[in-house]
């Protein structure tokens, strides 16, 4: 069956240093992967998606998601933090049991303090 | 465009009560689904469409009925209400029906207790 793991419920950074928040898949073809955040009592924001091509994809507020399909993550990067960083982030992938479907990780909560 | 909007934003029921969420939006979208949101376990499909008139069953989909009859409105409806349906509810739209390449739009949400 498909799933995405985000195995850190929060992840804290101090502003100014790189962030990484881990996503790790089981696909049995290959992935669609993608990146969403979530801002306080807001819906779903997309962030990044990786389907083909280069293994490192850029996207939204300055982050970027590294593919490494030996290791099965996705994970999503940013070399610096910012305070308005603070929010859910989900990894996500596509459902190939049902193309109309998508899968989502439980969320990590990144924590950015001053 | 208004994008993907949902009403209401809060809504409060007793246990047995019915009522529809309701979700428009405004991009001309093919796909439109709802998920619901609780603590710890992500985002979870409960009814999708492909369209207007095509509907299907997503992960956890008991206790939920929806229709699409028209490509701009996908209403979601609980039949009788339960405290295991308290979650915050999101929908979402995506132009691709099948969902495969391109990301999905998703509403302000909206936070339902049952008590």
């Known amino acids: 069956a498909q799933s995405v793991a985000q195995p850190e419920d929060q992840v804290n950074v101090a502003e100014g240093n790189p962030l990484t928040v881990k996503c790790t898949y089981s696909v049995s073809g290959n992935p669609y992967l993608f990146w969403y955040v979530q801002y306080p009592n807001r819906g779903l924001q997309f962030l990044l998606k990786?389907?083909?091509?280069?293994?490192l994809v850029k996207g939204s507020y300055g982050f970027e998601a590294e593919f490494n399909k030996s290791q099965t993550s996705f994970h999503l990067k940013k070399p610096s933090a910012l305070v308005s960083d603070s929010a859910l982030y989900f990894c996500a992938v596509r459902d190939y049991s049902s193309a109309s479907k998508i899968i989502f990780g439980s969320g990590t909560r990144l924590s950015i303090r001053p | 465009n208004a994008g993907v909007t949902q009403t209401p934003k809060f809504q409060v029921l007793k246990t047995g009560q019915s009522m529809t969420l309701q979700c428009a939006q405004d991009?001309?979208?093919?796909?439109m689904s709802w998920y619901r949101q609780d603590p710890g376990m992500g985002l979870r499909l409960i009814h999708y469409?492909?369209?207007?008139?095509?509907?299907d069953q997503g992960e956890v989909p008991n206790g939920y009925n929806v229709s699409r009859s028209t490509t701009e409105d996908f209403p979601l409806r609980l039949l009788s209400a339960a405290p295991s349906q308290t979650s915050v509810y999101f929908c979402?739209?995506?132009?691709?029906?099948?969902?495969?390449?391109?990301?999905?739009?998703f509403g302000p949400g909206t936070r339902l207790t049952v008590t």
């Open positions: 990786y389907i083909t091509g280069d293994n």
């Open positions: 991009m001309n979208h093919e796909y």
């Open positions: 979402a739209s995506s132009p691709d029906p099948k969902r495969r390449l391109y990301e999905q739009y």
């Open positions: 469409s492909v369209g207007a008139g095509i509907t």
